[in-house]
């Protein structure tokens, strides 16, 4: 089916281990993005993509690296996984500006 | 930078009645978009109703309404004959028309249907 998928739907790891959260979309969306979300702070942009290999920062960029080889895939890891990084993760795809963001199921990631 | 307020971090209403969610924003910028978002228990980001800050009409979708007032930067989400269903955390959101893609959301309003 067309749409965005994230994966893992949720994942636990321990501090300091690198981890790899996954975005597909079918839709071939020049524009997407990665979002965490915590209580009381919304939606909050992590990075962004305009194009394959073009990348930018977001609001809370510190301890997370993005890239797109390919239009459809926006992997975001983690490098050096803390505490202060357990939060549920976003992914979504826009067609172009003005346009809705379409999002994945989301990702709950917890840091022990 | 934009920012949005979401001054209603919960509410609760009968079923069959209609609630409106408030949300303001700030901008500097004379075109933009707006949204809402729906959250529901299981997580997913739904939209729920678009408008185009130079389109003056306020958007509707079937039982979603707004009331868009550009001068006073608020956008706010009406939900008649309101349904079970609805219970769900809502995001308003601005999005900008120049430059790129970036949604800035609101803090989120938690709303539940009470049967």
Known sequence: ??????????KITETGRQVT??????WSHSYMFWYRQDLGHG??????????DITDKGEVPDGYVVSRSKTENFPLTLESATRSQTSVYFCASSESRGHPQHFGDGTRLSIL | AQT????????S???A??????????????????FWYKQPPSRQMILVIRQEAYKQQNATENRFSVNFQKAAKSFSLKISDSQLGDTAMYFCAFGPNFGNEKLTFGTGTRLTIIP
């Not at chain 1, 959260?21 to 079918?26: A, I, N, P, S, V």
């Not at chain 2, 009645?17 to 707006?34: A, G, I, K, M």
């Open chain 2, 17 to 34: 009645e209609t609630v409106t969610l408030s949300c303001t924003y700030d901008t500097s910028e004379n075109n933009y978009y707006l």
């Open chain 1, 21 to 26: 959260l996954m975005c597909h979309q079918t």
């Open chain 1, 1 to 10: 089916d067309a749409g965005i998928t994230q994966s893992p739907r949720y």
């Open chain 1, 43 to 52: 939606l909050r942009l992590i990075y962004y993509s305009a194009a394959a």
């Open chain 2, 13 to 15: 209403v009968q079923e």
């Open chain 2, 4 to 11: 949005v307020t979401q001054s209603q971090p919960e509410m």
